[in-house]
C-alpha cells in the first residue's frame, strides 16, 4: 500500500513537472517567433530606408 502511494505521488509529480517543462517550451517558442518577426522587419525597414537613398 505504501509504495503503491509513493509510486502514484511520483508519477504526479512527474506529470507535473513535465506540463512545466511543455508549457515553458511552447512560452520559448512563442518569444523566438517574435524575435525573428521583429528582426526581419528591421531588415526589411532598414532596406527600404538604404534603398530609397539617391545619389546626389
Known amino acids: ?3 503503491t502511494r509513493v509510486a502514484n ?3 504526479f509529480a512527474n506529470i507535473s513537472a513535465y506540463k512545466s517543462f511543455v ?10 517567433s ?3 518577426a521583429n528582426t526581419a522587419r528591421t531588415f526589411e525597414n ?3 530606408k538604404f534603398t530609397n537613398i539617391r545619389p546626389v
Open 23 to 32: 508549457q515553458r517550451e511552447k512560452d520559448d517558442a512563442k518569444e523566438f
Open 46 to 48: 532598414t532596406s527600404r
Open 1 to 3: 500500500m505504501a509504495t
Open 9 to 11: 505521488i511520483t508519477l
Open 34 to 36: 517574435r524575435i525573428a
